[in-house]
């Protein structure tokens, strides 16, 4: 079972800009490089959606309305996961989480709020 933990959210103004980062944690014996990452989001009200996925491979992939302006990246050696999240919008407000997939079991992290708010 992989544990993962969220950080960097925060508020800030239009156009800002945010870091967000997750760590993997867990048995020795999981290969943090051979799983699939993702970052959803959740406003209030709606359904979480997917914003962005890495592969294990490196191969990215985006929802329509965070391309161009949201990069995921990984660092297999620190386990971890980060999306950096560039001019950032009151739409964009949501708790975002952490996900891992691997042979068809995942985990979530706890989430961490982001506000974009002038």
């Known amino acids: 079972q992989v544990q993962l933990v969220e950080s960097g959210g925060g508020l800030v103004q239009p156009g800002q800009s945010l870091r967000l980062s997750c760590a993997a944690s867990?048995?020795?014996?999981?290969?943090?490089?051979?799983?699939?990452m993702a970052w959803y989001r959740q406003a209030p009200g709606k359904q979480r959606e997917l914003v962005a996925v890495i592969n294990s491979g490196g191969g990215t992939n985006y929802t329509d309305s965070v391309k161009g302006r949201f990069t995921i990246s990984r660092d297999n050696a620190k386990k971890m996961v980060y999306l950096q999240m560039d001019s950032l919008k009151p739409e964009d407000t949501a708790v975002y989480y952490c996900k891992s997939d691997r042979g068809g079991r995942s985990s979530w992290g706890q989430g961490t709020q982001v506000t974009v708010s002038s």
């Open positions: 867990g048995s020795i014996f999981i290969i943090f490089s051979f799983y699939t």
